[in-house]
Nanobody
């Protein structure tokens, strides 16, 4: 089992920035993939960004390319999502996820989610 704990959500004005963190524990292997997904009210959960722990290859949803950056800190087993130029449409519950093979889901392990609210 892998446990994922997110932090860093909150309220931010449109155009602002926010950084989310997710720390993994348990049976996490450095071959895993970690990612961020989000779910807005009334919408399905969607892929946001992912990173391969080994090698650091990344993938982004088109809607966040150029604004969001995913990165990792190996020693801390932590993945970050730096979100810049935030828009109202970015408001959602953001979930951290991990999987041995898939970067865009479905993922085997999920965090509890952290709320991001962008206001005008």
């Amino acid at each position: 089992q892998v446990q994922l704990v997110e932090s860093g959500g909150g309220l931010v004005q449109a155009g602002g920035s926010l950084r989310l963190s997710c720390t993994a524990s348990g049976r996490f292997f450095n071959t895993y993939i970690m990612g961020w997904f989000r779910q807005a009210p009334g919408k399905e959960r969607e892929f946001v960004a992912g990173i391969r722990w080994s090698g650091g290859g990344t993938d982004y949803a088109d809607s966040v390319k150029g604004r969001f950056t995913i990165s990792r800190a190996n020693a801390k087993v932590t993945v970050y999502l730096e979100m810049n130029s935030l828009k109202l449409d970015d408001s959602a519950v953001y979930y951290c996820a991990a999987d041995p093979y898939r970067i865009r889901g479905p993922m085997d392990y999920w965090g509890q989610g952290t709320q991001v609210t962008v206001f005008s």
